[in-house]
DNA sequence: CGCGATGTTTTGACTAATCAAAACCATCTA
DNA sequence: TAGATGGTTTTGATTAGTCAAAACATCGCG
């Protein structure tokens, strides 16, 4: 059984990864900084992560999970994320606070539990941020995602996830409705204001809102069904966040 | 913040102390196969909480705890009964395994996580195992129970508490029906077959059930209100289980 | 090519928690 | 009183995880 300091490098390195583009190579210095130690704590913890077969490993060439550190990996996902979602619609904490919940409880919660938590919430496939969940067999559910930096403008989209666990940016989108599952139109862009301005789709008039780009691109949407999509100008989101 | 550690030897330490009849003096050794230590390790460990204040402590005079250590014990007691109620009663795992869940939750879970466990299950006083829950200032209900091997013959007793852990013992209470709030009589006594013959009131008949007296003590039990009682016989529990 | 800047790895040291086994003490017993 | 006994404390060693700071690569640039 991984100690939790484990856990929390394998769910770290998966996150770190799939951001990565350069072949899903981690560069230590980034991982110490995600968990929050020093490099050259990442390097020696990585080191024996390796001889334990859950990471490879070239000095100087980053850290990659492999199988075994993947599912491993997936399953602290799935901890976390259920968890987050019981704290949320069971003990009814604010989805601002609850990242930050799970990040102790997801490293004490037996299978057992875990399937009890699932099986109460109806198998959820999304956390209170849209993240998706890993299921037991370690799958992720892979919906292709937009971010409102990309996506079309004037064409009415739903938000899929909100990537970013900071609870005042959270708290922020909250204030504003802008959570999962509400429908909302990109107006307009200006690159030189580097602003993004976007409106609540509803029966009554919203407000317009208008983002920097760094914060619109934290909003993941896709297409309502209901409008004539066409596939076009769509990129695939990473499927990643806390 | 204490460590989960640090924690644990509280808890046990309390635990045994309300046992103890010596002044509340715990001898290490006990403390230590409670925990599931080596005596030398109880010995350090309980050397360094007692000049960090929680513990008072004299060579081979065993240890208790100060104020501060009690009340820091008794606030993992709250959250190792909050979290077993949880678990029971929204999630559905059975009583008998719940105990061993909740060693490892309660160290992970917050003040906020616990104060919302809390008001969702209506402030409640006792865990499913009728151990009884400090509240958030430190104070226990001190219900006065008498055991199976204590309380008077032929008299409708209430179940309060079933003062062992153990799986296997609790799957045996509740396959006899032997659970918190059920009511029954003691009917016979036998000193020389170390046996207790108890029947679960029911307006239906039920089957006798012969206990060993070992088994007996364990179920704690208070005089129903509604039978005419007297103040007879009636001794006081202790206060504490796991 | 050589030199810095930047990031990575090594080194040496430390803390918390633990064990095995030796040393120790306090009694109880002959 | 002298052992023997049973529990307690010490001692010395180990493991996981961490940091600070020195040493080291690598890469881009002049």
Redesign the pocket.
Known sequence: M?????E??LKHLYILQQRARTGRRV???????A??????????????LATSGLVR???????RLTAAGESLALMVLRRHRLVELLLVKVLGLDWSEVHVEAERLEHAVSDKVLEKIDAMLGHPSVDPHGDPIPSLDGELSGRTLTNLTDCQLNRVVRIARVADQNPLFLQFAEHHGLTPGIDLVVESRDPAADAVTIRIASSEPTAAITLGSIAAAKFLVEVTRTSNSREEGVATANLVGG
């Open positions: 991984p100690t939790s300091t484990v929390d490098y560069p230590l210095g980034k991982l110490a900084e968990i929050g130690v020093t490099p050259g704590t990442a390097t020696s913890m990585i080191k024996t490993y070239t000095p100087r060439g980053g850290a």
